[in-house]
Nanobody, 120 residues
Framework: QVQLVESGGGSAQPGGSLTLSCSLSGNILAINNMGWYRQAPGKQRELVAV???????NYADSVKGRFTISRDNAKKTVNLQMNSLKPEDTAVYYC??????????????WGQGTQVTVSS
């Protein structure tokens, strides 16, 4: 059993900042990709940022230069620093990770989601 628990969501004014954190726990042998997705009302879930175990980083064009993803493999955490927030960043943000619980099986896991609201 693997659990992803997010924290750090909330409300911010346009131009403000928030930091999201995600902690993984359970029977984890290895972690590959760790990332953040978001889903706004009436829209499909979309990739925000992802980091691979090799250190590669990828961002959605809409957040480049404003958001920074980071991971701590020893602590099994992934964070998303969000700066210069815009109202269009309002969404439920989900943590996501590819996890091996044994060397024969990799599975994709989701957190429960945390709400981010940007408004004045």
């Amino acid at each position: 059993q693997v659990q992803l628990v997010e924290s750090g969501g909330g409300s911010a004014q346009p131009g403000g900042s928030l930091t999201l954190s995600c902690s993984l726990s359970g029977n984890i042998l290895a972690i590959n990709n760790m990332g953040w997705y978001r889903q706004a009302p009436g829209k499909q879930r979309e990739l925000v940022a992802v980091t691979t175990n090799g250190g590669s980083l990828n961002y959605a064009d809409s957040v480049k230069g404003r958001f920074t993803i980071s991971r701590d493999n020893a602590k099994k955490t992934v964070n998303l620093q969000m700066n210069s927030l815009k109202p269009e960043d309002t969404a439920v943000y989900y943590c996501n990770a590819d996890v091996a619980t044994n060397w024969e099986s990799w599975k994709n896991y989701w957190g429960q989601g945390t709400q981010v609201t940007v408004s004045s």
